[in-house]
């Protein structure tokens, strides 16, 4: 299930990460059953290494192979799909790192450069780029860089609810992720419209996630003192 909520700066080292190699299920297009058989290269053999590096515990050492990854990845010249795959694969194994080290801003821009690269390959299964869209919008509410999480959020609210339908709970978490977003940014109603509408698909799914989103609606309502509404939504609890 999709999660319905960032930590802030405060009190957590940052968002929870997808380890890359669980993002490439989704990501990947190389498969050897179409007759597109992985092609090992420099690039991605640096990338594997790093990613062992950081298993091993060896943080600083994955940093440096990771970022040499992408570098190769970048030296090639009229690149193909797989090529293009390879640089993406390696954006995300160093944005990743980087994460790990707690180096949110550049965790974000290799994010989003790997999100860049994912779209030349996935131009009409857009709905593939879902979870990396989610997981960058995250990023970059962490960094509170409110209207770049929102646009993301809602790419990825349109690929979940085309993937699970209307109705489910994933929606429902994104949903009260960009009540947050909007509350951050001083859109109250938006905020409102977005919270009541997780909590109603919650509701008729007889969740017990209401409870929690109606939580983290009241949250965002007390900041913005409205105490009308606060006993309202408080209702629902």
């Known amino acids: 299930q999709f999660r319905m909520s960032v930590p802030s700066q405060k009190d957590s080292p940052g968002p929870p990460l997808t380890e890359p190699t669980d993002l490439l299920e989704e990501l990947s297009v190389l498969d050897a059953s179409r007759g597109n058989t992985p092609r090992p290269n420099k690039a991605t ?7 062992q590096l950081l298993k091993n515990g060896k943080l600083d050492s994955a940093l440096d192979k990771l970022r040499q990854s992408v570098g190769l990845a970048q030296q090639v010249k009229n690149p193909d799909e797989q090529d293009i795959e390879a640089l993406a694969t390696c954006y995300l194994g160093y944005g990743y790192a980087c994460g790990k080290k707690g180096d949110w801003p550049k965790c974000e821009t290799a994010y989003c450069n790997a999100l860049k690269t994912w779209s030349r390959i996935h131009t009409e299964e857009r709905y593939r780029l879902c979870q990396l869209q989610l997981e960058i919008a995250a990023i970059c509410q962490f960094n509170k860089h ?58 008729k799914n007889k969740s017990p996630m209401v409870e929690r989103a109606a939580r983290m609606f009241i949250e965002e309502l007390k900041i913005q003192n409205r105490s009308d509404k606060i006993k309202e939504v408080q209702a629902l609890l």
């Open 146 to 203: 409110f209207q770049k999480s929102y646009e993301l959020l809602e790419a990825g609210h349109n690929s979940l609810v085309k993937k699970y339908g209307e109705e489910s709970a994933n929606v429902a978490g994104c949903l009260c992720q960009m009540g947050t977003v909007q509350a951050k940014l001083s859109n109250g109603s938006q905020s409102d419209k977005h919270f009541e509408a997780a909590i109603a698909i919650l509701q």
């Open 45 to 51: 053999t640096y990338f594997f290494g790093g990613m």
